[in-house]
Antibody, heavy 118, light 108 residues
Framework: QVQLQESGPGLVKSSETLSLTCTVS????????WSWIRQPPGKGLEWIGY???????NYNPSLKSRVTMSIDTSKNHFSLRLTSVTAADTAVYYC????????????WGQGTLVTVSS | EIVMTQSPATLSVSPGERATLSCRAS??????LAWYQQKPGQAPRLLIY???TRATGIPARFSGSGSGTEFTLTISSLQSEDFAIYYC??????????FGGGTKVEIK
């Protein structure tokens, strides 16, 4: 079955750039919307943005100035870059797939904790 | 900005009993409402979309109802694996994309 796996550094220094990749296995990355969602420890969910398989993107306005998403259909993965991070960006970062609606996610990765250190 | 309010914050239920969770929107979201279940240390899982359509593989004991501003998630007979936090999410009018604050279903 289709699985998603996040990868990237678990520790990022304040003011630097957070970079994560989500690898899709067991199925094609084409035809779906692919999102990044984060959850600070003990808090609720925050959508970061999505990228369509064609490469078009839609970002959360509150993060838009710092977010870039990209997709590589040949490698079946998509990526997140978040610049100028602060402690407020410490969270579990999930990648997720949507097809019912661009922001209704039927498949999630297990999540990866990214801690921003000073 | 639409505000999603879930109640109660915590629901104590005995296994086998019915659980009823509420989600209220500050303005109409039509039927564009999803429910997710999240267990500790795990990613959320989609339960319901379109207010009442069960996602693939979701047991029939989970049902969703409502439209407009008032929504309900019902778990007809709680199983041990159902103790978790449940979030509602509107996707009718975004950004911003708003989740409810969650209802924790705990063992009574």
């Amino acid at each position: 079955q289709v699985q998603l796996q996040e990868s990237g550094p678990g520790l990022v220094k304040s003011s630097e750039t957070l970079s994560l990749t989500c690898t899709v296995s067991g199925g094609s990355i084409s035809t779906y919307y692919w999102s990044w969602i984060r959850q600070p420890p003990g808090k609720g969910l925050e959508w970061i943005g999505y990228i369509f398989y064609s490469g078009s993107t839609n970002y959360n306005p509150s993060l838009k100035s710092r977010v870039t998403m990209s997709i590589d259909t040949s490698k079946n993965h998509f990526s997140l870059r978040l610049t100028s991070v602060t402690a407020a960006d410490t969270a579990v970062y999930y990648c997720a797939r949507a097809w019912i609606d661009p922001v209704v996610w039927d498949l999630w990765g297990q999540g990866t904790l990214v801690t921003v250190s000073s | 900005e639409i505000v999603m309010t879930q109640s109660p914050a915590t629901l104590s239920v005995s296994p086998g009993e019915r659980a009823t969770l509420s989600c209220r929107a500050s303005q109409s979201v039509s039927s564009n409402l999803a429910w997710y279940q999240q267990k500790p240390g795990q990613a959320p899982r989609l339960l319901i979309y379109g207010a009442s359509t069960r996602a693939t593989g979701i047991p029939a004991r989970f049902s969703g109802s409502g439209s407009g501003t008032e929504f309900t998630l019902t778990i007809s007979s709680l199983q041990s694996e159902d103790f978790a936090i449940y979030y509602c999410q509107q996707y009718n009018n975004w950004p911003p994309l708003i989740f409810g604050g969650g209802t924790k279903v705990e063992i009574k």
